[in-house]
């Protein structure tokens, strides 16, 4: 039997019963868009994420964008954002106009927060920390460094559902962008995304601005656009948010498991586990033998996958910036030699045992 690197299969066939039958009140109730389903998920994620709101938008992308553009960024702004992650992060501050300033990574994947202030310049507006994999950046740097120069802070927290820094549920900071694509810890059917905040005044520029601008039906007194997540999305995230704890807390003795049986084997993930609860969206490994252990684990029957294999820096998409190959080793390096192993809180005992025997038995 195949053992893939995420089975949303299974995740459904668990809790089948109970996400028809919200799929099915959303038809019955013939109620699409901006109904009870949509308010009632908002109000569930602000709470899971001890924050005051939580807006409801169509995916992490535009959660990322919607953001930045009703901070005010806009054309010749500069944006942190690290090299090493999905290409997403880039593209919310390329569609303000703005200029993604990218920054190399330290051993854990995340930002190195020691270079966040050589970048900073007159131009430079805010810093989009990634916390990748569902592990969490340094929150007490940058959220030091943003004070000391008037920087706004935005978490992408898109891989990071329920993960927690000191304690405290992320974004640790005002901002926090999640998505709900399928993939994600916390999945749609569909896509789909979230932005929270204490921020009152703000939400309400979040809510205004995915849903065209409206004050009333047909009044538009500040031009938007349609971002908004949809009922069928919101009643089937109100289903899975109440599991989310339960399968992020499979994941970590699943990662854990993997940690302790392979260190002699590959570079298990770095975590400060004083600090940090580690959702596990991905449990990323590192090894130098990057494909030949992947085709090995592919010819076991067992899928891997890379998160990500081209830092942003040197995407094709990006080639006009000028970056080059060098200029951020740390990412580069990680680019080649990171594989994701399957992790879900559906993988039963016997795969976990398998992928890790695949991977002892690998030379
Ligand atoms: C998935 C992801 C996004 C974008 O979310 P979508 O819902 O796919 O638009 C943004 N940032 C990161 C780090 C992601 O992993």
């Known amino acids: 039997m195949k053992i893939p690197v995420l089975d949303l299969k299974s995740q459904y066939l668990s ?7 919200a799929i099915k009140s959303v038809i019955d109730s013939a ?11 908002e109000e569930n994620f602000a709470k899971y994420c001890n924050k005051k709101h939580c807006a409801g938008v169509d995916n992490g992308t535009a959660a990322l964008f919607i ?22 992060t880039a593209e919310a501050v390329r569609m303000c106009g703005a200029k993604p300033v990218f920054i190399d990574v330290k051993e854990d994947a995340l930002m190195d927060v020691e270079k966040i202030e050589d970048l900073i310049n007159a131009r430079t507006k805010a810093i989009i920390p990634v916390h990748l994999y569902g592990n969490v950046c340094d929150m007490d740097t940058i959220i030091r460094i943003a004070e000391k120069h008037g920087l706004i802070i935005i978490e992408d927290c898109a891989q990071a ?11 640790v900071s005002d901002i926090g962008c999640f998505s709900f694509f399928p993939g994600k810890n916390l999945g749609a059917y569909g896509d789909g995304g979230a932005i929270v905040t204490n921020n009152e005044m703000l939400h309400k520029k979040f809510k205004k601005f995915s849903d065209h601008g409206r004050t009333e039906k047909y009044t538009h007194d500040e031009e938007g656009f349609n971002f908004r997540m ?6 089937i995230l109100s289903v899975k948010l109440k599991y989310l704890d339960s399968w992020i807390h499979k994941k970590q003795l699943i990662a854990q498991k993997y940690s302790e049986s392979l260190t002699n084997q590959i570079t298990p993930p770095f975590v400060n586990s004083d600090n ?17 252990l992947r085709a090995h684990l592919e010819k076991e029957g067992i899928s891997t996958g890379i998160h990500y294999p081209i830092p942003l820096h040197l995407q094709p998409a990006f080639s006009f910036y000028g970056y080059k190959k060098g200029d951020f080793p740390v990412a580069e ?14 993988l039963d005992d016997f795969s976990v045992e398998k992928v890790i025997g695949a991977i002892k038995s690998f030379s």
Do not use: M, W
Not at 31 to 41: Q, T, V, W
Not at 67 to 88: H, M, Q, S
Not at 230 to 235: E, G, K, S, V
């Open 15 to 21: 809790i089948k019963d109970e996400i028809d039958s």
């Open 31 to 41: 109620s699409f868009i901006g109904g009870k389903e949509l308010s009632a998920f």
């Open 67 to 88: 953001a930045l553009k009703c901070l005010g960024i806009k054309e010749k702004d500069e944006v942190i954002i690290p090299a090493n992650t999905f290409i997403a």
């Open 161 to 171: 559902h329920g993960s927690k820094y000191k304690g405290q549920r992320i974004p």
């Open 230 to 235: 949809d009922n069928i999305q919101a009643a």
């Open 276 to 292: 940090i609860f580690h959702s596990y969206h991905l449990y990323v490994i590192r090894t130098g033998k990057r494909d030949e």
């Open 333 to 346: 390096k990680l680019a080649q030699e990171i594989i994701s192993l399957p992790i879900y809180a559906e």
